[in-house]
């Protein structure tokens, strides 16, 4: 596995990103893995809190910066003092977009708001995200990843149905959050190219949870129905589970389409249970009977190993696999194949293998072109190539701590 090829179609983008820990970091990562300059502005001495997060090794580093901050070059400034906010000005003079995730309200207090960055740059698109949005009731409480996902409607419903409400095991609020944000740095961008306006994106991390939320609130509105927990599987949606094999592995069957419920009755030897006037005929059969119909199947594939029972099912064209873990992906042809993990060099770590860049584009492919830089690694380079300001100026910007 090796890093692909420099370029991207976000190539000559410039992204300040202010932000930290993960909602608005993840979206410059986004962002920067299609090519675009993204330079990212940490406070000096501390820098962004997800340089200490993640599995730590004995040295003491950590294994999630690596990741998350990825094609992006570090500088360190100290927005709280007036000398860094002028610095940061002079950044946004040359850039198209700007990135922040601080509690609404801190940026202005900085004296860094939005028509600020608009008298120096009247291009720029600043791109906020917060847990309730820059406006109404709640939008000055602070809010992190998990209360939007809670308020978002996805924790309720994730989880076993006797137990109290669980959490998926990844910050999946914060990264939906800046998904939407980059789709709207996007939108906004080809927005600019034809009018030359820039404008604000609102990311509500709540908000882009309840985007995902499919019909949930249109079933409430209508028939006041909730959805539940429910475990492994969904409501009325059969078969699709996890079922037992003969050497004691589970995998996963998604065959509630009447199709691909035939394919499987007839690889089970048993095609009258998709036939017509079966209790398993159609969906609402099949939903209506789900536990009974997993257990029927479980019967049936406990008969087989795992690699066998693959074997069939994916012969006979019905949905199957494994469910994977890391172990598993770094192993996998087809993941291989596709250059779904990718080895990248790092610094610190020699090299290290991390997820690709998605989606993958025919034209202008994105890279990894290099792992999370140390803090302020790029000072010299950003201050001093880009903005042109003299070694003096820089030293004693050092010196007061501002860089």
């Not at 990562?29 to 730590?56: C, F, N, S, Y």
């Not at 599987?233 to 094999?245: G, K």
């Not at 949905?319 to 042809?333: E, F, Q, S, V």
Request: charged residues 25%; aromatic residues 6%; hydrophobic residues 40%.
């Amino acid at each position: 596995m090796t890093a692909m090829h420099e370029g991207g179609a976000l190539a000559g983008l410039r992204v300040i990103e202010a932000g930290q820990l993960l909602a608005g970091p993840f979206a410059a990562t986004l962002m920067g893995d299609q090519g675009a300059d993204v330079i990212k502005v940490e406070p000096p001495k501390v820098g962004d809190p997800m340089r200490q997060w993640g599995r730590e090794k004995s040295d003491g580093s950590y294994l999630w910066w690596p990741v998350v901050g990825r094609n992006k070059r570090s500088v360190t400034l100290n927005l709280r003092e007036v000398a860094g906010q002028e610095l940061f000005l002079e950044l946004v003079r040359g850039a198209d977009i700007v990135i922040e995730n601080f509690r609404p309200g801190t940026m202005e207090k900085w004296n860094l708001g939005y028509e600020r960055l608009r008298e120096v740059n009247p291009r720029i698109i600043l791109v906020r995200v917060s847990g309730y949005g820059q406006t109404g009731p709640y939008s000055s409480r602070a809010g992190y990843g998990s209360i939007g996902e809670a308020m978002g409607g996805l924790r309720y419903i994730t989880g076993e149905p006797d137990r109290q409400p669980s959490r998926t095991g990844i910050s999946i609020g914060d990264s939906l959050a800046a998904m939407h944000a980059c789709i709207g740095a996007l939108a906004a961008v080809r927005h600019r190219d034809v009018t030359g306006e820039g404008q604000v994106v609102d990311s509500a991390i709540y908000e882009a949870v309840l985007a995902m939320m499919e019909s949930t609130v249109t079933e409430w509105d209508v028939q006041r129905y909730q959805r539940e927990r429910t475990g492994a599987v969904l409501p009325n949606v059969a078969p699709s589970n996890v079922y037992p094999t003969a050497d004691g592995q589970l995998i996963l069957i998604a065959a509630n389409q009447d199709s691909v419920f035939a394919r499987l009755a007839e690889l089970m030897g048993e095609p009258e249970l998709a036939a017509d006037g079966s209790r398993y005929a159609g969906h609402a059969g099949r939903g209506e009977h789900q536990a009974e119909l997993d257990d029927y199947i479980g019967v049936w594939t406990a008969k087989y190993d795992a690699d066998a029972l693959l074997a069939l099912l994916h012969e006979g064209g019905v949905p199957a696999g494994r469910i994977y873990k890391a172990a598993d992906m770094l192993t996998d042809p087809h993941f291989e194949a596709r250059e779904a993990i990718v080895r990248v060099p790092d610094p610190t770590f020699g090299s290290l293998a991390m997820q690709n860049v998605v989606p993958k584009m025919s034209g202008t492919p994105g890279s990894i072109r290099w792992t999370g830089p140390g803090l302020g690694e790029h000072n010299d380079e950003v201050y001093g190539d880009l903005l042109g300001v003299d070694p003096q100026r820089r030293a004693d910007l050092v010196e007061r701590g501002v860089i």
